[in-house]
């Protein structure tokens, strides 16, 4: 391994989305030297996301991106209308989280893509991280049998070398620095291929919601709508197609959107009295394909997979945002701690994707399981004939919320957020702030050898790391 004192940086971060700027928040939150990478320049506009309300108040209260959203950049709503699965009547969810561990307000942001990106980008930067865009990474190279850096071109065309302790891999569902993995992995066990459509709405009635202000999405033959509003009149409307579907132009895209209504019923009578955007900034329909998968591995000595480089769900309702973000906390967590005590790597990352696997599993249910199936206290599904069918608006809420996993930054963020300057192994009941019995622990359902440490920054290692893995 590089000595510390002859590194350039001691994380590189590549891909400035939502995993990437996360991961390089809060890994420069802790003190360390972080690089932020980008390929694209900065991007005006695009589609309009859902943040759940585990993301907005958990992860960006964390980062401080929240505080960086400016009120007119974002709309909220506190749920939203499923029309869905076997049952023939709509399910209205209220995005919650378990009120027993929680203080998280329940509200959702509807956000443009850019802004999401900017925010994040910008906590970084206050955090103290160096972040470049329009930089293209060309290869990684090792040493003493572990990724040590990577080579880069920035716009000026000059080739640069960046050495770093380790290499976090954002750079997305196409990103190809897999190619040079020592491991052999083929990169993803991938199924579920879709075709996402995305265009702005005007004039639309909104029909069939339970609450207004709540997204909406309905389910056809071979697909689903879903809709965020966006203002008094303005409406994201999204279609996740379960075929490839090859359309380009910004005509075809909205043609195909407007026939694709005659399909799904619900969606036209929520849309009824709109039609897309036709000008303005906002006009430009989108295109872009996504799969739901896992790579076989989501880490190597030196490298660190996150965001769509490492699994991705369908893309409705801030699921893939939410998965991202989550990822990224993980992740940062098993870099500080090992940045800071050197200990045992394969225990902290096997803590790390062990957890983001286990998000990821829950959040790929499709949304008509989570109101149909039957689950036990850990939230996996159980037989029918075995389970009984409790409160299933419940579970669905607590999922689409983000809140699956009762991470305690994603149920407290303020709290663990006010505890920075506590000492890394503080017991939680001496820890700054309003500490209770429900929030000084590691309350998340994830939980293996490793627990949270009182900042949520890192993890706790034990002293004696060989003695806990006696216990496994």
């Known amino acids: ?258 026939n694709l209504l005659d399909r799904c019923p619900a969606a036209a009578e929520y849309l009824f009295g709109g039609g897309p955007l036709t000008a303005g900034p906002q006009s430009e329909a989108f295109r872009r394909s996504a799969r739901t998968y896992a790579r076989t591995t989501f880490w190597r000595p030196g490298l660190v997979r996150i965001g769509e480089a490492a699994c991705a769900v369908e893309p409705t309702l801030g699921r893939g945002i939410h998965l991202a973000t989550y990822g990224a906390l993980q992740a940062a967590r098993s870099i500080n701690t090992a940045l800071l005590d050197n200990a045992d790597e394969s225990l902290l990352f096997d803590e790390f994707e062990a957890r983001y696997r286990a998000e990821h599993r829950r959040i790929c249910i499709p949304l008509d399981e989570l109101v149909t199936l039957h689950y036990d206290e850990t939230f996996n599904v159980i037989a029918p004939e075995t389970g009984v069918d409790a409160t299933k608006l419940t579970w669905a809420a607590e ?20 505890r920075r300057g506590a000492p890394a192994r503080l017991d939680g009941q001496d820890a700054p702030g309003a500490a209770t019995v429900d929030d000084t622990g590691d309350s998340s359902r994830d939980r293996r050898l490793l627990a949270v440490s009182v900042d949520g920054m890192r993890w706790d290692t034990p002293a004696d790391v060989e003695a806990v893995r006696s216990l496994v």
């Open 399 to 418: 999922a689409l919320g983000g809140f699956s996993s009762r991470d305690p930054v994603l149920l407290n963020a303020t709290n663990y957020r006010d």
């Open 1 to 258: 391994m590089i000595p510390r004192n002859n590194l350039d940086v001691d994380v590189l971060v590549i891909g400035a989305g939502p995993a990437g700027a996360t991961v390089a928040t809060l890994v420069a939150l802790a003190g360390h030297r972080v690089l932020l990478l980008e390929q694209s320049p900065p991007r005006r506009g695009g589609m309009l996301e859902l943040l759940p309300p585990a993301t907005i108040h958990g992860v960006f209260a964390f980062t401080g991106a929240q505080a960086l959203l400016q009120p007119h950049e974002h709309a909220e709503s506190h749920g939203a209308t499923l029309n869905w699965g076997a049952e023939s009547y709509p399910w209205p969810i209220q995005f919650a989280a378990p009120s027993r561990f929680s203080r998280v307000v329940p509200t959702a942001y509807h956000v443009e893509r850019a802004q999401v990106d900017r925010a994040l980008t910008d906590a970084a930067r206050r955090q103290g991280a160096e972040f470049r865009d329009s930089c293209e990474v060309v290869d990684l190279f090792e040493h003493d049998g572990r990724v040590a850096g990577a080579f880069w071109v920035a716009s000026d065309g000059v080739r640069r070398r960046t050495t770093s302790r380790y290499v976090v891999d954002a750079t997305g569902m196409d990103g190809r620095l897999d190619v040079v993995a020592a491991d052999g992995v083929d990169g993803a066990s991938r199924h579920d291929a879709f075709t996402t459509l995305f265009s702005y709405f005007t004039g639309a009635q909104r029909a069939g919601v339970s609450m207004p202000g709540d997204s909406f999405v309905a389910a056809f033959n071979g697909g689903e709508f879903w809709c965020v509003p966006f203002g008094p009149s303005l409406t994201g409307v999204g279609v996740v197609l379960r075929d490839h579907v090859d359309v380009r132009t910004d005509a075809d895209i909205k043609q195909t959107m407007q």
